[in-house]
């Protein structure tokens, strides 16, 4: 028992960046037993739990290959599947992780040319279509979109896209990275026409790190027939085979297996459509409170704005980074932080998987009291708005209702009565 | 998966009644553990941790007997290891919790004699001083008092009943209830006189409930020679000797006491001073909320406010019941009751155990929006008001200082600039 | 990361004491979970999932009162809430547990006598007979008994104690201990006609201790409202009338609940006649093993030899204390102790709660290894004996049939071949 | 509670697949917990604590390359990061998974050549020498063994190999596959020459599957700077770089790394020589007993023997399968299936991990039972060669020794006085 510097903090961390995020007990407790034999029926049994609720997450009604990796590791999938050195990629820079895949497709010897972009909106479907339209358009193999862009908090219209596209008459794949919107906005892989949908564990499906995704549409898995990248790890063919038999081509990451089928049951028992109405209620909250503080999002396009994280520029002359660590002293808790070119200009405000109002609320009064302490010049009142927003929004009951007024008063009007 | 009537509530519940409290994970992760021979050498190594950590929480050093068993039990101990059939004993009405010791103390065959109260202050030493020096007050055997009433949250200082005995020139004995106390606000049982201090495992001591404690003084000890009141699960002195080779008299709860372990080594790194400044900060800024609301307390004497729970009565014509009903069903957030004569009357804020800034504001938003939800009348700015308290007492930094302003302005100033 | 004297050992510990055992992790896992409102909804309903299957355990109809208390509390419940002091009960000598059992009656103010026993047998059930029938006979209040003698390793039959109380046309109650034989021996209270059955958490029930039990008959509870012994604590009533609410008096155990729940669950997906021929299976093979070491069980009958644990009578000459820590140093597996005045002499095996085949085996090569290396005379070939002992007496498949031939051939048989 | 058919089998599943193994408790505790932020400063902590124990077990002092992947996306990354299209590579056909290996590399685009092998024995240095010696000798890029072929629970002496390289004179990189040899059994990366060592976390770390290594002399990352095979996750120098900040360039699997430092301790803890000791009497007492079944072990020479796995052939007319299934089904324990072409023909024992004697015995006895009971032909006395293997060779005393007799007698000796 210490009795020199006290080193603990009491209470709870919050982890308010956008992914990993906050993991259901739930979750945690469904990883913490014993692996089994991964050659096993019980294993196989553990797998078949799993495809329903992925397709349902993924929208899609073929294979979803899961892969022990991180999602840069199913951006690299979706690639070495598809394309053969020297293939031309149209990508649009929405910010620091589109660029980080155009880079990855580079060192596989592909040819990604980014739509360049200011990483304060989404990816631009006229610009795409007039692209692909170009007299050297037709050339791309595929056309490459990160749907929630995790770095600035803006979401690009997959189904704009597949409209641009089809408009050019193009036959390019779509691929699209879903790693910070699946599980926490609407994403539908067949209806909006995405061929490679990438995603992974660790945000709105609840989990730690360590799994990520490729939900496979049929002209996708034709192209991986051509495509002459050499692949081993990453082959979709191997690992949809031995699924059929519910096992995979390498030992799996068991353990996260577990986590999976719980939080994909979770996600089921919450409902998808109730999951995604929270997140755009908490997403609003959010940038209620942001107008109050004065502040500036880094998405300039409300219509574009994520539901689940929010970056918020820094006020000049002031470091987002040193902010970042002062709300990490004093309040414990982590907020994102700026990437690349945003690099101590913006803080992000994670807000999505497992959380609730009163979460947000907390995260909220971090950054609050944060740039009070920081010496931040800003607005009071960002917690009323975001109470406020939070009332005029309520949630679809999820038990019975409660005895509860009829009309719900906004928070204002009820106050000082 | 279900696919019916969604069932889920997403994000963590919290559990703000005045104990049990939101346990760390690490008091979790430490139970959760094979139990052990409560008779071999392991065993006999987790009690040796016990001992130091429980007499610095406890402030004695002399013997904390361990029970397995509720709070009710160790009001019990603490009756029938010193008090012989038809014994008096005065014991001060601060509210619910005092009575039922009272009751205890009936069904066991003593006389106690409730010294009234309004249930709105903590003791009154100077009525216990005038008591004791009353012709007949010299027969009483003990008195009795809960240091932190957890139905009304008033403090009783032990310190002027020990004071007002002293005084009267009285040599009975002195117990304390401290079940809502220990762990949370300080507490000296050998420099203020206590004879048995009454302690419980799920308020400050971030535990689960089941365990129970009586911290005993030498004096004590004498007593429980001559009491006559039959006992043997409670009996002191098997215990006692029994810990002395490392063991109990009985099966002990060992997973318990893993917890009970792990949870003193937390007091110890985050130090006992600085919890009980923590929950001193808590305690005003819920007060600054409720008083910007235009509720009033329970507890009429702000001198005697308990840091670990506040009681918030309801406006006439409003029922706290439902509107505790309410705030769990919207904001998934437990609120205490009110018990006898509170019944429907106040609910109860718990603020104790491990808990930190956000965590509360987190709290006190559920009670504002619920309020707000309930229609009840009250009055904005609760939240502002209790981030302005907890800005304007920053607590000491539990590490290195983070870079934060020479003065940290209160957030009303730095708003707006 | 020490560098030093190497500190761990690998691999499992094997807890083969007589309880508390082995748990499952479903349990660990059921147990680490956030304490809930006590007086809340979600209370109820866990309370509401506990009385079938504590009943269905216990085999009553009537209330079974759950006490946060080591197995000792219960016996003072079942005594406080029966008895008015200087009762005399009649209580049959089986071992340590029953005289234990006398001693508290004793403090408590109560008249037990002892019908003397070997420590090699079960209770009498004649000498019962006769002693109730003695001219001083008919005031005995209750007849105890202990079902599973823990020191001993000894049944006593309690539907022939019931018959010689009939026999005897006599109204005592019949109270009967059946901590370690509760969910691991056959049990039926009411078919048994027994007034108040006295359980633990920690062995059959496979939770950790800190929860005991009475079930309790009506009779028990028309008992109950004349006994003048002091009670509150343990008193059924508060806690009967309160459970009809979905609470508790008190504040209960909540985690450990969450155990006894999943604990609950797991008898039945076994179901219960398997989990008792299972204890046979491997009590039978313990006896094997023992046999073919040469060696003597304390218990001297076999038709009364519990399928819990086994008392294994030491050489003369050879410390069981000695040899246990040996077996625990050497081989990570902790021993039951002999008790009282079988300290030294006799080493006790637990084969009770969540345990299987192999389980078993490693338990039986533990003791085998151990006899070996402390140089206590033994005869080879136990754990072939238990080997054997198990395949003949295969269990009732508990998921489809595998494909096995269809006589089971005795081991040293096929062997060889 | 389910009252139909029984589903629940008692006590705990053994899992003896030769990995992923047995979790110890501490590992599965040290893993449930909350993420934290992947670019804060307890993230940097806990890599820090991460280096020297990874540089232990693997024998070397430079960068230790963490992977979230399994082991085959391991051996890819060894190829890619030191290869470039066309290369040629020797490999040693010493079963299964070496095989899996040049296909593989087959499928990267590079010319792997196998040694033929027989299944039963390790790499013949011999041969290497021999086959680099050759005129077209020089031109192999690398040397690939596999250190303890899974598949058949053979070891190749990589010293020899090493030897064998010097003697040719060949400058070939070294590359050795020690997923299932690492933290079991002794290795020295540095001290034998190898240039890049492939690890995984499932086996003798202790770890569920999800993480993979690359240890990397300064020779292979000299290498790296040449190799023209595409590559982007696999990449060494952008996580060597990342690493140095206490990050990684993607979203690392924290709670896997949660339990790798976990796993880390405790292999320090018990001591690397004392981990490789108690390996070596698991192997030893495993094909003691294997030899009296009269079975016969798939490694032909017993100085290449595995500590870590036995491979048993099965007796011709027998399907190693059913026998498998059957012992899963009656004993709830997993056996290692036989691969390619050993498919039916072995089972085999995983003995590695956390593993202990009375676990050793417990495995052994279900085979043993198994045997019987599939009506395959064996020898009695598995087991008691089993025990008197484990008792004639002693492990040293983790602890302070107990009082045991000076002269430990063989197990045969002491029975029967």
């Not at 053969?84 to 040819?111: K, N």
């Not at 692949?231 to 353990?255: K, L, S």
């Not at 719980?262 to 459509?273: C, V």
């Not at 209620?281 to 500036?296: D, F, I, N, Q, Y």
Request: glycine content about 10%.
């Amino acid at each position: 028992m210490t009795q020199a510097a006290p080193t603990r903090r009491a209470g709870r961390h919050l982890l308010q960046i956008p992914g990993p995020t906050n993991l259901p007990d739930r979750v945690l407790r469904a990883m913490d037993r014993p692996v089994i034999d991964h050659r096993g029926p019980a294993f196989r049994a553990l797998t078949e739990r799993l495809w329903p609720g992925l397709r349902r997450v993924f929208g899609c009604s073929g294979p979803v290959v899961i892969f022990p990796g991180s999602g840069s590791g199913a951006w690299e999938a979706a690639l070495v599947n598809t394309m053969s050195p020297g293939d031309r990629m149209l990508m649009c820079e929405t910010g620091h992780f589109a660029v980080q895949w155009a880079r990855i497709a580079e060192r596989l010897g592909l040819r990604p040319e980014l739509l360049p972009g200011d990483w304060r909106h989404g990816a631009d479907a006229e610009a795409i279509r007039a692209r692909l339209s170009a007299p050297d358009g037709g050339g791309f193999r595929a056309v490459c979109a990160v749907h929630n862009e995790t770095s600035t908090g803006c979401v690009s219209a997959i189904p704009e896209i597949r409209d641009a596209m089809d408009a050019a008459g193009h036959s390019a794949l779509l691929m699209v990275d879903t790693i910070s919107s699946l599980g926490s906005m609407p994403y539908d892989a067949e209806a909006w026409g995405v061929d490679v949908t990438v995603g992974g564990s660790q945000k709105g499906l609840m989990l730690p790190p360590g799994l990520s995704f490729n939900a496979v549409s049929a002209k996708a898995l034709e192209a991986a027939r051509h495509a002459a990248l050499p692949r081993a790890y990453w082959d979709w063919d191997a690992v949809i085979e031995a699924n059929e038999g519910g096992v995979f081509p390498y030992t799996p990451a068991t353990n996260l297996l577990y986590g999976l089928a719980e939080a994909l049951d979770m996600l089921a028992e919450e409902g998808l459509e109730a999951v995604f109405e929270r997140h755009a209620r908490h997403g609003a909250a959010t940038r209620a409170a942001v107008a109050a503080w004065g502040l500036e999002t880094q998405c300039a396009d409300p219509a574009q704005a994520s539901n689940s994280l929010t970056a918020v520029r820094m006020p000049e002359g002031h470091s987002a980074d040193a902010f970042r660590a002062l709300v990490l002293e004093r309040f414990d808790m982590s907020l994102g932080n700026g990437l690349s070119k945003l690099a101590d200009r913006v803080f992000r405000i994670g807000h999505l998987g497992d959380f609730n109002d009163l979460s947000l609320i907390a995260a909220l009064a971090g950054v609050e009291m944060g740039l009070c302490e920081a010496g931040v010049p800003y607005g009071a009142g960002g917690l009323d708005a975001a109470l406020d927003s939070l009332m005029r929004r309520a949630p679809s009951a999820p038990h019975a209702a409660p005895q509860t007024p009829a009309t719900t008063p906004s928070m204002a009007r009820t106050g000082q009565e």
